[in-house]
């Protein structure tokens, strides 16, 4: 089946710290979405991406969108403690429907 | 525009009994999809349904269940409960399929 590896699986960085994660699939995407998930609540929708080399600002984050289809990249810049969360990438299932597939996601934790 | 609301934020259930979760999806979207969230899987789908049907369904027992009603509104409902149901019962919504997909805050089920 689809597989989404993520990594960093986890970063301690200081506030003000540039970020960068990625994250590679098994196969082809034509959508990415990247998530962020704060303990105890639903993902929230940061970036969608949808064409390959594609590359996607919002506020401090910016995402990417690879030339291969199998990979994604997010920036975060100048982190704020409430960068603190869980991100996770998405894509849809092979099945053409509404389903997700996640990636394993990326811990990040920001010293003030 | 409110949000997708997920209803009850808490459930304590015990092994064998039933429960039944409720999703009320942004106003206008017609697909809800359901997803579980433990930390050993991360977040695996479950199903999703566009205008009252079920068009995918994840790799779950038949003890998983859900429908939607006419207003879009879905349910899901778990049989027989088991110790490993234990997770965090996610709803999103969009408004075609292979768009973004929007989440609730979840439904924190734990079973003893």
């Known amino acids: 089946g689809q597989q989404l590896n993520q990594s960093p699986q986890s970063m301690f960085i200081q506030e003000g710290e540039d970020v960068s994660m990625n994250c590679t699939s098994s196969?082809?995407?034509?959508?990415w979405l990247w998530y962020k998930q704060d303990p105890g609540e639903g993902p929230v929708l940061l970036i969608a991406?949808?064409?390959?080399?594609e590359l996607t600002s919002n506020g401090r984050l910016t995402a990417q969108f690879g030339i291969t289809r199998k990979d994604s990249f997010l920036n975060i810049s100048a982190s704020i403690p409430s960068d603190v969360g869980i991100y996770f990438c998405a894509g849809p299932g092979s099945t053409g429907f509404q389903k997700l597939v996640f990636g394993t996601g990326t811990r990040l934790l920001v010293s003030p | 525009k409110a949000g997708v609301t997920q209803t009850p934020r808490y459930l304590i259930k015990t092994r064998g009994q039933q429960v039944t979760l409720s999703c009320s999806p942004i106003s206008g979207h017609r697909s809800v999809s359901w997803y579980q969230q433990t930390p050993g899987q991360g977040l695996q789908f479950l199903f999703e349904?566009?205008?009252?049907?079920?068009?995918n369904k994840g790799n779950f027992p038949g003890r998983f269940s859900g429908r939607q009603f006419s207003n879009s509104r879905s349910e899901m409902n778990v049989s027989t409960l088991e110790l490993g149901d234990s997770a965090l019962y996610l709803c999103?919504?969009?408004?075609?399929?292979?768009?973004?997909?929007?989440f609730g805050q979840g439904t924190r089920l734990t079973v003893v």
């Open positions: 991406l949808y064409k390959a080399g």
């Open positions: 349904y566009f205008s009252e049907t079920q068009r």
């Open positions: 196969s082809i995407f034509n959508t």
């Open positions: 999103a919504s969009s408004s075609t399929a292979n768009t973004e997909a929007f």
